[in-house]
């Protein structure tokens, strides 16, 4: 999985989450896209304030988490092994923590949506079979 594989999750996950989290979530995402892209923004960083409000903040997470997840899926197919959703969504709960990233209510959605689509667009859909359906890609 590439980095626009990231993008490409990040993208579809808020288009999942606009209806929920706002119908600018898709821009919004975009717009934190760009910014990690231009380098103003290291991976995970975001304003820790601005989450609670899941305006802008929002999309910096969805990208976060993209990243992490990419991350932890890539670890794992060096290792052979497949994992489930829920296991992977639990492995960057964790890493959140360990980035003492502060987060909002809702982030449990969040992560499940974009976990689901890193692996939608990883390509795997075994890694899927956890009885978890995979999410709509819009």
Do not use: C, K, W
Not at 92 to 106: C, K, S, Y
Request: charged share 25%; hydrophobic share 40%.
């Amino acid at each position: 999985m590439t980095e626009d594989s990231v993008a490409d999750a990040a993208r579809s996950a808020a288009v999942i989450l606009a209806p929920e989290l706002g119908p600018n979530l898709p821009v919004e995402v975009e717009a934190a896209l760009y910014t990690r892209d231009r380098g103003d923004q290291r991976p995970g960083q975001y304003d820790p304030a601005a989450i609670a409000s899941l305006g802008i903040s929002a999309a910096g997470l969805i990208v976060s988490i993209a990243q992490f997840a990419q991350a932890i899926l890539s670890d794992r197919r060096n290792r052979s092994d497949r994992s489930s959703p829920d296991s992977i969504a639990r492995q960057v709960r964790i890493r959140l923590r360990e980035h003492e990233v502060p987060v909002p209510a809702g982030t449990d959605r969040i992560t499940d949506v974009v976990v689901t689509e890193i692996i939608r667009l990883s390509g795997d859909p075994g890694q899927l079979d956890s009885g978890q359906p995979p999410s709509p890609a819009g």
